[in-house]
């Protein structure tokens, strides 16, 4: 039986061909790759508010009522990279618009994270041409 690997955010592993030796010590060292969806494990489940969706030029994000403050905003594309990247100042209540005419179509993921209190929220909006 071949040892096999397992651990969240990361593909399986089985290594192959492990060779030890009877009463010797064996290191064994695995390069394990992270899952390519690019999106950390998320700490809230409050879902954001985004509108319109789908969008062609803008996307206006409406976070929870107790979110505001200094933002990480990320956005990611549906092969788990990461396209955009960027802090923003967060006003309870207020939408947060983003231009999105540059993406190509299709689905991503925003996450806005706060930088001060640690909490995520996220979304999936649609770009249209």
């Known amino acids: 039986m071949e040892p096999y690997f397992s651990a969240t955010g990361y593909r399986d592993t089985t290594v192959n061909n492990v060779i030890v ?3 010797e010590k064996t290191d064994l060292i695995v390069n394990m790759s992270l899952l390519p969806s690019g999106i950390e494990p998320v700490k809230s489940t409050i879902p954001l508010m985004l509108y319109p969706n789908p969008s062609r030029g803008y996307l206006n994000v409406v976070l929870p009522d107790l979110a505001s403050g200094r933002m990480n905003v990320r956005i990611i594309n549906q092969s788990g990279m990461l396209v955009s990247d960027y802090n923003s100042d967060v006003v309870q209540g207020i939408p947060i618009a983003i ?4 993406l190509s179509p299709g689905t991503y993921t925003v996450e806005f994270s706060s930088i001060v209190a640690g909490t995520s929220y996220h979304g999936r909006f649609v770009v249209i041409k």
């Open 99 to 102: 231009e999105i005419r540059s």
């Open 21 to 23: 030796a009877s009463g």
